[in-house]
Every structure is written in structure tokens, then in C-alpha cells.
Nanobody, 127 residues
Framework: QVHLLESGGGSVQAGGSLQLSCIVS????????LGWFLQTPGKEREGVAA??????????DWKDSVKGRFTISKDHVKNTLYLQINSLEPEDTDMYFC??????????????????WGQGTQVTVSS
């Protein structure tokens, strides 16, 4: 079982940027599909972006403003997953989680596809 640890969240003003990191330990991320999810209190987790072991990327489309502002990437040497968020909006305020699943998943933005989760990092955007 891999262990995931997120960092990089914080409080920023609208229009700013953040890079979230997820350090994975216990195995090489080359063997995993990885994803970023967000969760608003009282709601289900939603998939933000995912990248499989071949590097194929899927972005969520729950709101049009996600397009072009969120970028998922990974570094095999550092065994780390990243989420770059630009032009932050107050509506981006949420807890962000990274997750891992062995090799490939059929629905990369569906939380139940993943069996390893980090503890989350809070992103708060003020207007």
C-alpha cells in the first residue's frame, strides 16, 4: 500500500496561483494511476484531474472555469504528483486530495476507483 502526502495548499487572493504536491512513498508512481479530487463539506468528492501510468490525462468538467486553469503532472524521479492551479477563484476553495490506484482505472475521475488517499490540503481563495 502506498502512502500519499499532500502539501502546497494555503490562503491566496483571487487571481493567484498555487501548486499542490503529493509525495508518494512505498512504491513507484510509474505503476499507478493518480488523481486529484476536491471535496466541499457535505458533498461527495469530485475528480479534478487524473493521470494514468502511461501519462494519459483526464480533466474534470464539472465547471467550465476548470478548463485551462488546472494542470496535472508528475515527476517519476521525485515520485510526486502535482496540480498547478492558476487564476484562482473563490469557488476553488475546497479541500484537495490526491489518490492512487494500481496501473489503470476505467473511470479515472471516479473516487471509488482509488484505494489509497492522502489526508488532503486546504485551498482557500479570497475575493
Amino acid at each position: 500500500q502506498v502512502h500519499l502526502l499532500e502539501s502546497g495548499g494555503g490562503s491566496v487572493q483571487a487571481g493567484g496561483s498555487l501548486q499542490l504536491s503529493c509525495i508518494v512513498s512505498g512504491d513507484s508512481i510509474t505503476r499507478y494511476s493518480l488523481g486529484w479530487f476536491l471535496q466541499t463539506p457535505g458533498k461527495e468528492r469530485e475528480g479534478v484531474a487524473a493521470i494514468d501510468s502511461n501519462g494519459f490525462i483526464t480533466y474534470g468538467d464539472w465547471k467550465d472555469s476548470v478548463k485551462g486553469r488546472f494542470t496535472i503532472s508528475k515527476d517519476h524521479v521525485k515520485n510526486t504528483l502535482y496540480l498547478q492551479i492558476n487564476s484562482l477563484e473563490p469557488e476553488d476553495t475546497d479541500m484537495y486530495f490526491c489518490a492512487a490506484a494500481p496501473f489503470f482505472v476505467s473511470k479515472p475521475l471516479l473516487p471509488k476507483m482509488y484505494n489509497a488517499w492522502g489526508q488532503g490540503t486546504q485551498v482557500t481563495v479570497s475575493s
